[in-house]
């Protein structure tokens, strides 16, 4: 007798965690965008910010969300990008990942509903 995987509880179980690192990047541009007006870009916040996107990135990828795991890694860069030279962040750039934050989001959605 081998052993079965329940790919119901699998995918419930990527997208109850998924939620939990969009809400982690949401949460952050919050803050980024608070203190960044005086206290400049939060280096440890962008670092913490990484790791859960990586993390994301990596369970799309185990899970076969293709799609997911190529534009977290493109979020991933970005915030690279940011914490090598934080003088790129602006206005039109914090809409862009606020924008980035709620396109990914509809998309662990969708793949809920599917």
Not at 49 to 72: A, D, E, I, R, W
Not at 73 to 83: A, P, S
Request: a negative charge.
């Amino acid at each position: 007798m081998g052993d079965t995987i329940d790919t119901s509880s699998l995918l419930r179980d990527y997208i109850d965690d998924a939620c939990k690192h969009v809400d982690t990047l949401e949460n952050a541009l919050l803050e980024i965008e608070r203190g960044f007006e005086t206290a400049g870009l939060n280096q440890e916040l962008v670092t913490d910010l990484l790791g859960s996107l990586h993390t994301l990135k990596g369970n799309s990828g185990m899970m076969g969300f293709v799609t997911v795991q190529k534009f977290v890694h493109q979020l991933e860069g970005v915030f690279k990008r940011l914490v090598d030279s934080p003088a790129l962040l602006n206005k039109n750039l914090m809409d862009a990942l606020f924008e980035s934050a709620t396109i990914l989001k509809t998309a662990i959605e969708q793949i809920g509903t599917n």
